[in-house]
């Protein structure tokens, strides 16, 4: 089976009110941890690659890492790129090949916005590429770009239905509350459902994405902290608030912080209980395991995306 886009997937996600994980891949463990707890639960993927995951792992090896998977699997596999912040990244992954991608030109004014991200759709679907853009604009750190609470912003419904039809966007990445990385809230969790809920309303059987969507388990901040690591007051998104999301218009949602948690995890704990250990498929096939596992638990108690091929 070959990559696939996620469009039937979000039609058949729409319809049955659960979400389709998109997972952030930087490496081969990485890639076949997400890939085996997918396949065992028998649901559809979107495995998705940042510029910062460019940077460290080339987009060949990822790409080619990934058709690998596919092969071994037979899933279907949309191969995503996350946060492009310019035409020309698009239009890279596009012409090597990723079903899908962002265009996260949320930074400008709404106007440049959707002239960047019309742009881009034009490139991809010609193509036959379906394209993410965000409106609105989410605190935390992405690569090197760090938002802070004061330069966010939610998303207006008033925006929406201007931005997807000038656009003709595919999905759309909203605001409302959730940030990237693993301290996204200091005092009680809180997400504005009811601008989700309007947004749905305005753009009806319309996909929408939601970024920062790890839940950060404490178990895994324990660990880290037991074993030399430094993460007092991390905080995510409650399970139950990210359920309510995949049961209301969010049919993609996005983890990452919660898959380095994992493997930081482990390996602190493997290290500590192991010091003489050296060779490294000693730490990463743990690791590989512990990813699997949490993304088992995702697929399953989080997104309802199991049993759906
Ligand atoms: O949304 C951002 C992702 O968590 C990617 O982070 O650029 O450090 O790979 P990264
Ligand atoms: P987290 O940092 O919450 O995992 O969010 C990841 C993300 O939104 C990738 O685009
Ligand atoms: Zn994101």
Redesign the pocket.
Known sequence: MPLVTSKEMFEKAYAGGYAIGAF?VNNMEIIQGVVEAAKEEKAPLIL?V?AGARKYANTIYLKKMVEAAIEESGLPICLHL??GDTFEICKECIDNGFTSVMIDASQHSLEENIRITKNVVDYAHDHGVVVEAELGRLA?V?DDVKVSQEDSSYTDPDQVEEFVSRTNVDSLAIAIG?S???F?FTGEASLRFDILEEIGKRLPNFPIVL????SVPQYLVEQINAYGGNMPGAK?VPEEMLRKAASMAVCKI?????IRMAVTATVRKYFAENPGHFDPRQYLGPARQAVKEIVRHKLVNVLGCNNRI
């Open positions: 952030n998705q940042s996350d946060h935390g992405e959730t990237h990385g693993a996204k970024h920062g969507a790890s995510g996005n983890i990452d912080s919660d």
